[in-house]
């Protein structure tokens, strides 16, 4: 009995024990359901971006080629200038001695164009023509003017300056409206006796006092009026290609028995001034009088009688309206030329004897040689 007793409150005890294992394991079912996470969807793959593509950059354009920059150049030489403003002005034709008593001259290798020409007794005069360049001091020895000045206001337009002339060139400059600068007349202030020569082989201007008072309402203004727009002859590229001519070294000209000068040809192709063999120097720059192309236009030439120099010595009339034959000596060779002046009112047209193009010169000072078709040219 006692035995039972014990063994039914050992059942009890582990009946017990097992009832509250159950409670245990219930209540912790329980809560470990409640507690856990619901399962997370199990997430759809996040599709690879397609990528974009990367736009192809546009080929920069390369920058056109711009034309090249126009330079200014003077209208009578072809070289560049320093203002082109200048171009503005009028161009202005100084006749300047070439008497041996009045060498140097100055100013003449400032000049844009120089003109020669035969006067009184086949000796010859120079008609600086400036315009693009200025002048230094003062320029001459300036005399007085001639028949053929008339033909550069006609042809090219230019304002003559000289000290005088004859009463037959001054009846003629009148006839033909020719405005004329004329040192002995007009109360110009811009004329003096000047420098070593003896008399009358030292009278001077100042070209640049001149220009000054251009514009400022005197007197010059009305004969400034009277020149028509600048016609230069000739255009100018530095690229020229040149018909073929003769090989030449030096030329000489003779329009008497006694007057010779001419040119040397330098070893850069332009030409040196000589005159009876010796080289010419401009008394401003010390330095020879060059130049890069000499135009030698052959024409008739007439003597006016009844109009002599103080010395009685016949005047020379060059006739420029026509037409004849020319010869341009330029980088060491002779080309034949052709020139036309069919009306006083007409430019001169200069032209390649052979294919009758226009001359195109490279830039640089020209010499314009009158030279009548009894003279002689030699070359050599």
């Known amino acids: 009995m006692h035995i039972l007793r014990r063994f039914s409150r050992v059942q009890i005890a582990a009946g017990a024990t097992v009832a509250l294992l159950i409670v245990v394991l219930a209540i912790w079912l329980v809560i470990g359901g409640a507690l856990s996470p619901e399962p997370l969807p199990t997430p759809s793959p996040t599709p690879t971006p397609t990528a974009t593509p990367s736009p192809s950059p546009s080929p920069t ?9 126009e330079v200014a150049v003077c209208p009578l030489n072809g ?5 082109p403003l200048v171009l503005d002005r009028v161009a202005i034709a100084v006749q300047i001695e070439n008497h041996p008593l009045a060498r140097p001259a100055r100013n003449l290798s400032n ?3 120089v003109v020669e020409a035969p006067v009184e007794g086949d000796t010859t005069r120079f008609s600086g023509i400036f315009l693009c360049r200025s002048t230094e001091g003062m320029t001459g020895p300036i005399r007085s003017a001639r028949y053929y000045e008339i033909d550069l206001w006609q042809d090219l337009g230019i304002l003559p300056v000289g000290f005088g002339a004859s009463n037959g060139a001054l009846s003629r400059f009148a006839a033909a409206g020719m405005p004329y600068v004329n040192g002995i007349t007009g109360s110009w202030p811009w ?5 070593t020569h003896p008399a009358p082989h030292n009278l001077y201007g100042d070209m640049e006092a001149l220009r000054a008072a251009i514009g400022q309402g005197g007197a010059i203004d009305k004969l400034v009026a009277l ?11 530095e690229d020229v290609v040149l018909p073929p001519g003769r090989p030449v070294s030096a030329l000489e000209i003779r329009t008497n028995s006694y007057w010779r000068f001419g040119w040397k040809v330098n070893e850069d192709g332009s030409w ?12 401003v720059t010390g330095q020879p009088l060059t130049a890069v192309s000499i135009i030698v236009q052959r024409v008739t030439q007439e003597v006016v009688l009844g109009d002599p120099d103080p010395g009685g010595n016949s005047r020379r009339l060059q006739h420029l309206v026509g037409e004849g034959n020319g010869v341009l000596y330029v980088g060491g060779q002779a080309i034949a030329l052709h020139w036309s002046r069919p ?8 032209t ?7 001359v195109v010169l490279p830039p640089g000072v020209v010499w314009w040689e009158i030279v009548p078709v009894t003279a002689s040219v030699t070359e050599s």
């Open 61 to 69: 354009p390369s920058p056109s080629p711009s034309a090249p920059e």
């Open 79 to 83: 070289l560049p200038l320093d203002d």
């Open 111 to 113: 000049a844009d164009m």
């Open 191 to 195: 004329f003096r006796r000047y420098g």
């Open 227 to 237: 020149v028509h727009p600048l016609r230069p002859w000739f255009t100018f590229d």
């Open 272 to 283: 040196t001034r000589q005159d009876a063999g010796e080289t010419i120097i401009d008394e």
């Open 343 to 350: 009306t006083v009112a007409d430019g001169t047209r200069w």
């Open 352 to 358: 390649y004897a052979d294919g009758g193009e226009a």
